[in-house]
């Protein structure tokens, strides 16, 4: 699960609903994407950082895992 993700539309009080709509993309996308379910693509991920003011690498912390 991608808490970041989600912690940042429950703290604005939007439901998945209303970050599909907002982002138009389908409210069955956005719960995947939550969950971890499916990844997004560079665009998506972008218009994600632009809605929340939070980085990519913070919102899709496990897309961007680096070796060690």
Known sequence: MRR???HE???RGWT???VAERL???EVYV???EKGAANPGRETMV???KLYGVSVYELFDDVF???L
């Open 65 to 67: 895992l680096r070796e």
């Open 47 to 49: 218009r994600f950082e």
């Open 16 to 18: 998945q609903r209303s």
């Open 4 to 6: 970041r993700l989600a």
């Open 31 to 33: 719960r995947k994407l």
């Open 9 to 11: 539309r429950y703290k």
């Open 24 to 26: 138009a993309i389908s």
